[in-house]
């Protein structure tokens, strides 16, 4: 197994053992190891890798590995292979499930797969993934969405076995370009992070009524605190519309002790991937404030979509969506207008 600096191109090197790597410091070494054992796995859980060979390119260095290699340190990795060398710098158990991953039979017409290539946003993720690997014809997308197409229509298969369907004789794989983004990822992860501890840190919110039995704590604007053990009553309706197959799931919060009654009514919409019992704590704050609130959980983009597409169950949701919840909104409005809501009569006479 070749390794070359493309620094010199016309010179090749051959490697048997650790020394023979460029002059470069332990750390780089070590990410090396961890850029490649990352790099395959990916590769495997995109489903393709080169249809021959592919080459990593890490800062200088360029690393070629030939498929046939690949499938004899899959099936043997204790075995004394040019290959081992370099996965000698993976730790153990990360380099016994590499092995494993690559052996095992994969039900391509099962799963994600499917799923991403029927939608348009999976699609465009997968040609996404392409701009870090270039193939004999340009950028990796295409060449990536053509093997799961392939990979498809032959079914079952090992990740080894479903590299020969990249139609390319060579993929190259740019390693900086992904552990650049890799590391901004990482980053935007640790941001999260840090935005939800300072989310929970905050000081819940107070529910505010008029005099309840057994609170005397007043808040700012002078009124008194609701214990969260008085839940607001909330009534679950289901609404058929023509443009969906399947009914559509509201919440209805209506007050039955706050200080004003107020005249118009709110209706509260879920984003995307959430759910009614996530904005809850909205709608009581609007009722205990006098305001009958309308809470929609929208099906195929809600909280339970968006789990079954994570799990691999189905796809993400379409563009066609937004369109979906834009007519779920004006047709509840008329109904709630018209008082169609059944068990929803505390809205009528209400705007």
């Not at 799923?115 to 993720?125: E, N, T």
């Not at 053509?146 to 004789?169: D, M, N, T, W, Y």
Request: aromatic residues 4%.
């Amino acid at each position: 197994m070749p390794a070359r600096s493309s620094a010199n191109p016309g010179q090749r090197t051959a490697c048997r053992s650790p020394l023979t790597l460029p002059t470069s410091p332990p750390r780089s070494r070590a990410l090396l190891g961890t850029c490649l054992a990352t790099l395959l796995c990916s590769a495997v859980w995109s489903r393709s890798l080169a249809a021959e060979h592919f080459v990593l390119r890490f800062n200088d260095l360029e690393l070629s590995v030939t498929l046939e290699e690949l499938r004899q340190w899959s099936e043997n990795p204790a075995s004394e292979q040019d290959l081992d060398i370099w996965f000698q710098l993976v730790a153990p158990g990360d380099r016994d499930s590499l092995a494993r991953v690559l052996r095992r039979g994969i039900d391509l017409r099962q799963g994600i797969v499917p799923a991403w290539l029927d939608s348009w946003i999976g699609r465009q993720l997968v040609t996404q993934l392409g701009s870090f690997i270039t193939t004999d014809a340009g950028p990796g997308g295409p060449a990536l969405l053509a093997a799961l197409r392939k990979g498809v229509e032959q079914g079952k298969a090992s990740p080894v076995e479903l590299a020969g369907l990249v139609p390319s004789l060579e993929l190259r794989i740019d390693a900086n370009a992904l552990l650049k983004q890799a590391k901004l990822f990482r980053a935007s992860l640790e941001q999260q992070k840090v935005l939800l501890r300072r989310v929970r840190e905050l000081p819940l919110p107070a529910r505010y009524v008029g005099e309840v039995p057994g609170e005397t704590a007043p808040s700012a604007n002078g009124v008194t605190a609701l214990s969260l053990a008085t839940p607001l009553p909330q009534r679950d309706l289901q609404l058929s519309l023509p443009h969906r197959q399947e009914p559509l799931d509201i919440s209805l919060i209506v007050p039955d002790r706050a200080p004003t009654m107020r005249r118009h009514w709110v209706l509260i919409t879920t984003g995307l991937g959430s759910s009614r019992s996530q904005l809850r704590w909205l709608a009581d704050a609007l009722a205990l404030q006098g305001w009958p609130a309308m809470v929609l959980q929208h099906p195929g983009s809600d909280e339970a979509a968006i789990t079954a597409a994570l799990r691999g169950e189905s796809g993400p949701p379409e563009a066609d969506n937004l369109q979906l919840r834009l007519t779920d909104l004006s047709r509840v409005i008329a109904r709630a207008r018209a008082g169609q809501l059944l068990g929803a009569a505390e809205l009528q006479g209400r705007d």
